[in-house]
Each structure stands twice: as structure tokens, then as C-alpha cells.
């Protein structure tokens, strides 16, 4: 789009959108994120007008975006989605709204955030997300000089800006690597202790792992995680924040295939979230799945195979069951594990892990 973005190897980006001269971003690059929509909502305000191509991502069931397009048209903007690219465009500019979501969608709260800080007057988005990085991209606007409020509620109000300015901000960690690493010790019988990690973003997993038998110390910035023996089944409902993430359900279903006892697991927020049950079968799990409920009858342990990742977080599953099986586990298809954790091999190498990553020709 014309931006400059540097990485440097302390783990800083430094953006610089000064060369960004276009509201049109309909490239291949759009088709093969989900977040891409987010576009539509900061092009909106910077330029009054948007035109992206549909986004992309894991297939995990409907994902609509219905809630999108209500916030943004109730905010002034006329919306149409033809031939796979959504054309927005607020001829009148944007002005503030009262906007109820018919559903809760941490997208959706985003995009109507993005697009309303520079909306005239104000807007109030009623049943929104709560999730932490909710109130992490508030916190961030709001150092750029937005003014919202609420966030991490369930109603945001956001009053109207005539501009931003720069900033220099540190992202919270990342809440569903901070669980996968969780549920990784437990299911290996580890004992690991992970910093730079915020425990209350992490409590639905925390009580879910105590409840199977594993120890969870908490501290102000870290969180340790440790177990010593067989895990105990538990049932899990996928709900959103404060609930149990649905990014975490398919890494604990692998925890739960070897543990005692019939776990049953209900997924309420994607309808086709249980892909990995079919490669845990191939590793011996003794799983089956009607509709949006998954029953897992615990087994004393998995073997290694050639599995395939079908998403992003099944690919996660699998790593933690490739590290959980007697022999060699293969996972193919790992572009969707590098799309939510990066150089993740490295890292389950540096706390003991036997993993590498290998060519196809290798």
C-alpha cells in the first residue's frame, strides 16, 4: 500500500504510512487473512472510502460479515460486496451511531472502533467484544489521541476525533500462545514457567487445567505450569471472553485424548472447528464428533504419524500431540501453524522439545 515497515531484531516494528496513497487493496495478500477486513474500517476514516477484497483464513465454519457491514452502514457508510471485493464509501462522512451487535464479534468491534474515532459525534457500540486485545487496541487509539471508553466491557463509547497522531506502544502478550504453551507442559507432564504473561487473560484455561490435575501458579508476570502424572477428563463449552477461548480448544482436545476418563467438549462458536479430530484418530485418539459436540474417550497414549494441519490452531494440536506420542510424528501443511506462531519450532526447542522443520524433499 506504500507504507515502510521495519522489523528490527529486539522484536520492534516501526511503521511509517506516510507513503500510503491508496483505498483500494484487493491483492492475493488480502484473500489469505482473515484480519484483512480490518482495512475496510481504517480506510474509511482515513480516506472515506474502501475497497478490499474478501478476506481469507482458516475454514472453521461461517464467518460472516454481516456485523461488519451493519456497523460501518450505520456509521454512514454505503456498503456493497460484489465479484469478492467489499467498495465502501461514506460520501457524507462518517458520524457517530448507536450501534447493538446481534451477536458478540470481537471483528466486528474492531472494525466499528477503527472506523469511529474520527466519526463525527459519538458512537456507542452495545454487546461488544471483551476480549483483552479489545482493550489493548483502546488503549493504543486512545495514545494516539482517541477517546474511547469502556473497552473490555460490553458497551464502548467513542467520541469523535479530527485526527491522530503517532506513537510508540508495546503489545500485550499474546493470550492463545501463552495457552498453547500452557497446555503443552500440562499434556507433556512438564514443568514450565513462561514470562512476560498476563494470568487473569488466562484464567478459563487455568481452572480448566487444575480441574484435570495439573498445578497453575500465577504470579504478577508470569504463569507456571507443571504435572507429574496421568490428567483427569473435564468438560470444556467454548464461549466468548471471559469463557473458554475457542482458539484453545482444538490444543486441549489433544491434552484430553490421553486423559481418564470421557471428556466431552461443545464448540459454540465455529461449526466446523473439529477437522483435527480426524488426524488425532490417526494417532490412536478414541474421539468422536456429532454436530458441535466432540466426546473424547481418554487413552493411555498416542502414537506418531503423518498428519496434516487443516487450520491454525488444529496445527498447534498437533504439534503438542506430536510431542505427547511414542515415535515420530510428521505434520505437513505447516503455513497455517506460521500464520499464529512464530518460529514456534525454536521456541519448543529451547524448553526441551525434540522438533525441527524439514523441506519437503527432506
Known sequence: MGAKVNFSVDGRM????NGVDTHEVVDDLVTRMRASYYL?????????????????GCVIGQRPIDLHIKGLESLGAKVDV???????????????????????SVGATVNIMLAAIKAEGNTTIVNAAKEPHIVDLANFLNMM????????????????????????????????????????????RGDLLIKNAIAPHMEALSAKLIETGAYVEAGDDYIRVSADKRLKKANIKTLPYPGFPTDLQQPMTTLL???????????????DRFKHAYELRRMGANI???????????????????VTATD??????????????????????VKYIDRGYNCYEKKLSTIGADIKRISVDE
Request: proline share 3%; aromatic share 4%.
Open 257 to 271: 485424548s490421553t486423559a481418564m476418563g470421557t471428556s466431552t467438549i461443545v464448540e459454540n462458536i465455529y461449526e
Open 82 to 104: 460484489k465479484y469478492g471485493i467489499i467498495t465502501a464509501e461514506a460520501p457524507n462522512g462518517l458520524h457517530g451511531s448507536e450501534i447493538y451487535l446481534d451477536v458478540v
Open 40 to 56: 475496510l474500517g481504517v480506510l474509511l476514516t482515513k480516506y472515506g472510502k474502501a475497497k478490499v477484497s474478501l478476506p481469507g
Open 288 to 306: 468422536t464428533t456429532e454436530g458441535r459436540v466432540m466426546v473424547v474417550e481418554g487413552v493411555e497414549s498416542l502414537y506418531g504419524t503423518n
Open 14 to 17: 516501526v511503521i511509517d504510512p
Open 312 to 333: 491454525l490452531r488444529a496445527g498447534a494440536a498437533l504439534i503438542i500431540a506430536g510431542l505427547m506420542a511414542d515415535g515420530v510424528t510428521t505434520i505437513s501443511n
Open 145 to 188: 489521541g482517541a477517546k474511547i471508553k469502556g473497552a473490555g466491557t460490553d458497551t464502548i463509547r467513542i467520541k469523535g476525533v479530527k485526527s491522530l497522531s503517532s506513537c510508540s506502544y508495546t503489545v500485550i502478550p499474546d493470550q492463545i500462545e501463552t495457552g498453547t504453551l500452557m497446555i503443552a507442559t500440562a499434556a507433556t
